[in-house]
C-alpha cells in the first residue's frame, strides 16, 4: 500500500467518514473512493452493496478484477432517554455492533447502577449531541415521551445525516410532535424520516420485545435503506 493512499485511509477513520479502497487484482493499481462518491465510480453497484453491507470482497467488472476493501467508520447509537426500554434495547444493539451512548437530563434515571458499563451523559441533549457528533453511521433513538427532551434531539438529528431516527409514543403523540416541529421550520419531508410509533409492527409488547422491534428496523434502515 502507498503511504498516500495509507494517508487517505488514516484521516478517513479519524474523521469518521466511510471510504473504500480499491485494488486491481491485474495490476496491483489502487484508489480510495469516498461513500459520497461511488455512484460515478465504476464499480457503483458493487461499492454500494460493500459499504451498506459492510462488505468487502474480490468483485468482477468489464475492466478485470478488483478487491474492494471496505472502511467503514463504527456504528453509534444514541439513546435519548434512560428509561426501561433502554435497557431492553442496550444489550441488542451492543451485540449486534452499535456504541451506545444514553442521554437524560434527569440523574435519577441516568444512573450508573440502572445502566452499568454505558456511557452515560446527564445532561439536555442539545448540550451534549454536538459534542458526541451525528453522521451517516448513527442512529437515533428519543424514549422519553417528555417533548422538552425528546425534540431537541430530534431537531438536531433531522439537521444531520443519520440514517436512522425514531421515537416512542403512540400514533396521536407522534401528530402532537410533527405539529411541533413544523413549528420550528420542518416540512412533512423532512418529518417523514422520523419513525414513529418507532419500531416494526411486530405486534410488540413489553419492553424486550419492543426493544426486538425498534433494533430490526434500525437494522433495516441500515442495510436496506429507509423505506420509500
Not at 428519543?142 to 425514531?166: E, M, Q
Request: proline share 5%; hydrophobic share 45%.
Amino acid at each position: 500500500m502507498k503511504r498516500e493512499t495509507l494517508d487517505q485511509l488514516l484521516n478517513a477513520q479519524a474523521e469518521r467518514h466511510a471510504v473504500a479502497l480499491v485494488t486491481s487484482l491485474d495490476d496491483g493499481g489502487e484508489r480510495v473512493v469516498a461513500f459520497e462518491n461511488a455512484a460515478s465510480d465504476l464499480l457503483a453497484d458493487d461499492l454500494e452493496h460493500a459499504f451498506r453491507y459492510d462488505k468487502s470482497g474480490v468483485v468482477t467488472a468489464e475492466e478485470g478484477q478488483f478487491f474492494i476493501n471496505v472502511y467503514n467508520p463504527p456504528l453509534k447509537m444514541i439513546i435519548v432517554g434512560a428509561v426501561h426500554i433502554a435497557q431492553a434495547l442496550i444489550p441488542i444493539a451492543s451485540a449486534t455492533g452499535f456504541d451506545v451512548t444514553v442521554i437524560d437530563p434527569r440523574g435519577a434515571f441516568a444512573s450508573v447502577e440502572r445502566f452499568p458499563g454505558v456511557t452515560l451523559h446527564a445532561e439536555w441533549p442539545d448540550e451534549t449531541i454536538p459534542q458526541i457528533g451525528l453522521d451517516a453511521r448513527t442512529a437515533m433513538v428519543a424514549l422519553t415521551h417528555d417533548p422538552k427532551i425528546d425534540d431537541p434531539a430530534l431537531t438536531l438529528a433531522l439537521r444531520s445525516d443519520v440514517f436512522y431516527i425514531g421515537a416512542l409514543g403512540s400514533r396521536r403523540t407522534h401528530a402532537s410532535r410533527v405539529e411541533r416541529l413544523a413549528a420550528h421550520g420542518f416540512n412533512s419531508g423532512e418529518m417523514d424520516r422520523i419513525c414513529g410509533p418507532i419500531g416494526l409492527d411486530i405486534g410488540a409488547r413489553g419492553q424486550a420485545e419492543i426493544a426486538i422491534s425498534i433494533m430490526a428496523e434500525v437494522i433495516s434502515h441500515l442495510r436496506k435503506g429507509a423505506p420509500s
